[in-house]
């Protein structure tokens, strides 16, 4: 669930329309940040940028949730990948039209799920 602040609830209208929604939030319990890292689901060093690891330089997270149901200044959302009070610097709906896009390359992770035999 997300907490809004009442100053900002207001901009909460017409969200409730949408079924996705896209959370912009701050990794505020990462500390430091390296350049190449083990991403989770494989044994290999990557570059950060290559991964999504919460040890970034710019310590921001991007996430895309389910949107349930709003009430007041409440936001309830499925499918998180962010810890509890977790900060929240943004909330963009997900519009397929200008968001989806055909994925022809996955990089190094294409690769990892061929040979673990996942699709």
Known sequence: MIEVFPEFVKGLKDLEGFSHIYLIFHFHKSEGFSLTVKPYLDTVKRGVFA?????????????????????????HIKDADMIDGTPLLDIKPYIP????????KTGWFGQVRKSSGKK
């Open 51 to 75: 991964c999504r690891a919460p040890r970034r330089p710019n310590q921001i997270g991007l996430s895309i949730v389910r949107l349930e149901k709003i009430e007041g200044n409440l936001v």
């Open 97 to 104: 039209e200008f968001d989806r896009r055909t994925v022809i």
